[in-house]
């Protein structure tokens, strides 16, 4: 299970790789002078500052996270906070094998709900360890999209890298939502309104650096990840950004042709 990068604070790690590319493939020389969000708190500002001496040049980024399902920040995060959970409770069993704890993909919930899950699975599974531990499955729900089911993982069901005891947590459920493919011309009205706030929040913060280069980068999550730079550039075109971003790029940290991890950068507008 991926995390979401952290929000507020400079992303110099991430702005410094699209630079290096940048500096790579256009022969520019632009280096670091400030994460300005965090010099600067009093005003909106951009993530970075970079400047190319020689070209007497200026290059302002900010980076934008853009998810499909809106709330899949908030769900993913309830993922962590339920395997959190179900860890406290279940932690000193006699786990002398490799036991899996199923739970939906995005859990939905306050978190005083799936606390209650949590202890209420947990004292389910303790009151019948002997019988888990001797391959009994458990299964059990609190409606139709909060169930849990716990098991003693046989061999012939271990992936070869698997440890051989402890507790391990798997989230099914499709991460596509109702939208079997999302039309890049024709996006669900939530999706929509989060771009246009991503770029409403663009122009503010480029707004002092009017004769800079003026990047925004788009980090997608849930669904959109499957997409492609060619199906972005169909949004961007169908819903273009305004004048005050001059270029959107995609980043994904992913293989690349070459076999190695690494970020891959693709201009979109």
Same mark, same amino acid.
């Given at each position: 299970?991926?995390?979401?990068?952290?929000?507020?604070?400079?992303?110099? #790690?991430?702005?410094?790789?699209?630079?290096?590319?940048?500096?790579?493939?256009?022969?520019?020389?632009?280096?670091?002078?400030?994460?300005?969000?965090?010099?600067?708190?009093?005003?909106?500002?951009?993530?970075?500052?970079?400047?190319?001496?020689?070209?007497?040049?200026?290059?302002?980024?900010?980076?934008?996270?853009?998810?499909?399902?809106?709330?899949?920040?908030?769900?993913?995060?309830?993922?962590?906070?339920?395997?959190?959970?179900?860890? =406290?409770?279940?932690?000193?069993?006699?786990?002398?094998?490799?036991?899996?704890?199923?739970?939906?993909?995005?859990?939905?919930?306050?978190?005083?709900?799936?606390?209650?899950?949590?202890?209420?699975?947990?004292?389910? !599974?303790?009151?019948?360890? #002997?019988?888990?531990?001797?391959?009994?499955?458990?299964?059990? &729900?609190?409606?139709?999209?909060?169930?849990?089911?716990? &098991?003693? +993982?046989?061999?012939?069901?271990?992936?070869?890298?698997?440890?051989?005891?402890?507790?391990?947590?798997? *989230?099914?459920?499709?991460?596509?939502?109702? *939208?079997?493919?999302?039309?890049?011309?024709?996006?669900?009205?939530?999706?929509?309104?989060?771009?246009?706030? !991503?770029?409403?929040?663009? +122009?503010?913060?480029?707004?002092?650096?009017?004769?800079?280069?003026?990047?925004?980068?788009?980090?997608?999550?849930?669904?959109? &990840?499957?997409?492609?730079?060619?199906?972005? &550039?169909?949004?961007?075109?169908?819903?273009?950004? #305004?004048?005050? !971003? =001059?270029?959107?790029?995609?980043?994904?940290?992913?293989?690349?042709?070459?076999?190695?991890?690494?970020?891959?950068?693709?201009?979109?507008?």
């Amino acid at each position: 299970m991926s995390c979401l990068p952290k929000s507020g604070g400079c992303e110099k #790690p991430f702005t410094d790789a699209l630079v290096q590319h940048l500096n790579f493939t256009e022969g520019t020389q632009y280096i670091h002078q400030a994460c300005l969000d965090v010099a600067n708190r009093r005003t909106p500002e951009p993530e970075a500052l970079y400047q190319d001496s020689e070209r007497n040049l200026q290059l302002v980024i900010e980076r934008k996270s853009i998810s499909w399902p809106v709330d899949y920040a908030r769900r993913h995060a309830n993922d962590h906070f339920v395997s959190d959970r179900f860890y =406290e409770q279940l932690k000193g069993l006699a786990c002398d094998s490799l036991y899996e704890l199923r739970l939906p993909m995005l859990i939905d919930g306050t978190q005083s709900e799936l606390r209650l899950f949590a202890l209420e699975a947990s004292e389910k !599974i303790r009151s019948h360890w #002997p019988k888990v531990a001797a391959s009994l499955t458990l299964k059990g &729900r609190i409606n139709e999209k909060c169930w849990w089911v716990f &098991r003693r +993982v046989p061999d012939w069901d271990r992936e070869d890298d698997a440890p051989k005891e402890g507790l391990q947590f798997t *989230f099914q459920g499709a991460l596509v939502s109702s *939208f079997d493919q999302i039309d890049p011309t024709n996006l669900p009205e939530g999706l929509i309104s989060n771009l246009q706030k !991503i770029y409403f929040r663009c +122009v503010k913060k480029f707004a002092p650096y009017p004769n800079a280069r003026r990047v925004l980068s788009l980090d997608s999550y849930g669904d959109l &990840r499957d997409y492609d730079a060619d199906w972005w &550039r169909k949004v961007l075109s169908a819903y273009p950004p #305004p004048v005050a !971003i =001059e270029e959107v790029w995609s980043g994904i940290f992913d293989w690349n042709d070459k076999g190695f991890e690494g970020w891959i950068f693709e201009r979109l507008v």
